[in-house]
């Protein structure tokens, strides 16, 4: 009983896979046919085509890093350039906070002597004109 239950169960499975073989066997004979100097030929005009687009490819990324190191570079040296200038305008600013204070200190003291001199004419005018009206006035 267990062989005849294995015989049914084998029989369809053998069928199946020999149906299979069956639908396999032109292609393998298409292979078989091709001639393999045709199939090495082909094989090595794909792989030149191949290192030709990865030669292409490399190339393509060499100048594209090269632009982007030139642009580095360039925005290096203008980096630099900018930070210069900001020297220069700190320099100049301070010189221009120094005059400033220099010429503020010298505008205070002569508007300083100015009052002093105002007050000193109004002292000198106030003390003849005093006299004259104590004279004129009985």
């Given at each position: 009983?267990?062989?005849?239950?294995?015989?049914?169960?084998a029989?369809?499975?053998?069928?199946?896979?020999?149906?299979?073989?069956?639908?396999?066997?032109?292609?393998?004979?298409?292979?078989?046919?091709?001639?393999?100097?045709?199939?090495l030929?082909?094989?090595?005009?794909?792989?030149n085509?191949?290192f030709?687009?990865?030669t292409?490819?490399?190339?393509?990324?060499?100048?594209?890093?090269?632009?982007?190191?030139?642009?580095?570079?360039?925005?290096?040296?203008?980096?630099e350039?900018?930070?210069?200038?900001?020297?220069?305008?700190?320099e100049?600013?301070?010189?221009?906070?120094?005059?400033?204070?220099?010429?503020?200190?010298?505008t205070?003291?002569?508007?300083?002597?100015?009052?002093?001199m105002?007050?000193?004419?109004?002292v000198?005018a106030?003390?003849?004109?005093?006299?004259?009206?104590?004279?004129?006035?009985?």
């Amino acid at each position: 009983m267990t062989i005849a239950l294995v015989f049914l169960t084998a029989l369809p499975v053998s069928a199946i896979s020999l149906l299979r073989v069956a639908a396999e066997m032109p292609d393998r004979i298409g292979q078989v046919a091709e001639d393999p100097k045709k199939v090495l030929r082909d094989r090595v005009t794909r792989v030149n085509a191949a290192f030709a687009e990865a030669t292409a490819l490399m190339d393509e990324l060499r100048r594209d890093l090269d632009a982007q190191q030139a642009a580095r570079d360039a925005l290096l040296a203008q980096a630099e350039e900018q930070q210069r200038l900001l020297e220069i305008d700190k320099e100049q600013a301070e010189k221009i906070r120094q005059i400033l204070i220099g010429e503020t200190k010298t505008t205070i003291r002569a508007e300083r002597r100015q009052q002093w001199m105002f007050f000193a004419l109004g002292v000198a005018a106030s003390i003849p004109i005093g006299v004259a009206i104590n004279m004129l006035v009985p």
